[in-house]
């Protein structure tokens, strides 16, 4: 795998900031395709994209400096080099969660858990290409796996460092692959199950996954009692999904304007 996209001269594209990109449209255009549900203006939606990308990017920055400071107090400069890789999703999905629900309910007054519903769908699809990013950039890597569809990367990278070429699992693709059969789940509960369904199915299915998938990472050095801060921190997703799913298949249909979501989404197109 070749980190680098496109080198012209001194200047280079790396394929993380692609598919990065890549993912922003996809989310974007998923968003702009359910907006209606949340009764969003297509400028509204726009608006909640981007903020939610900026906040989502800080956050998982911020999150995986934290957990390199060693590193990084001895190399202050490095710590904005994102398009090297070291963002950490968890960071970037609470970060971007607490913005964008503080965006919804102060700036566009709309339905914050309407809005996270929309919102399952896009930021699954961006996930998956961001990770086929990470798949390219080498990091985020597996441990060392005799399996056929194993990789190796390339000579001097740090996951052919760390495990002396071995050739290791493609944790990066298989959290790509779940991401992209769980987009349209999600953009489906969108149209067809109860409000804030599909928000609590997103927080409770990556909780699970993302549990499962840290077994086959081989990047992780820092553990909390034999598991990864991810795991630790699906300790609280999966249950949070659970508890949050139970609550809105309880609830009766919200009362809305029109009480027919369709009417007011059409009011929300015209």
Known sequence: MDPVFLSIGKFSLRWYGVMAAAGFLAALIIMQLNRRY?????????N????????GVIGSRIFYVIQNWNYYRNHIGQIIRIDQGGLVFYGGFILAALVLIFYV???CRADAVRVLDITAPALAAAHALGRVGCFFNGCCYGKPAELFWAVTYPVNTPPYQHYAGAALHPVQLYEAALNLLLAPLFFLLVR?????????????????????????????????????PAQVIGFALIPLGVFLLVKFLRAPQQEQ???????????VEK
């Not at 949340?38 to 726009?46: E, F, G, N, P, R």
């Not at 909640?48 to 906040?55: C, G, N, R, T, Y």
């Not at 109860?194 to 609590?200: D, E």
């Open 38 to 46: 949340a009764k969003l203006s297509a400028d509204q939606t726009a």
């Open 48 to 55: 909640i994209v981007i903020a939610a990308m900026l906040s």
């Open 105 to 107: 309910k102060k700036i």
């Open 192 to 228: 067809k199950a109860k409000r804030g369904v599909a928000m609590s199915c997103y927080i409770l299915s990556y909780g699970v996954l993302r549990f499962i998938d840290e077994f086959f990472r081989g990047d992780h050095t820092d553990f909390v009692r034999g598991f990864t």
């Open 257 to 267: 304007a029109g009480s027919n979501i369709n009417q007011a989404a059409e009011t």
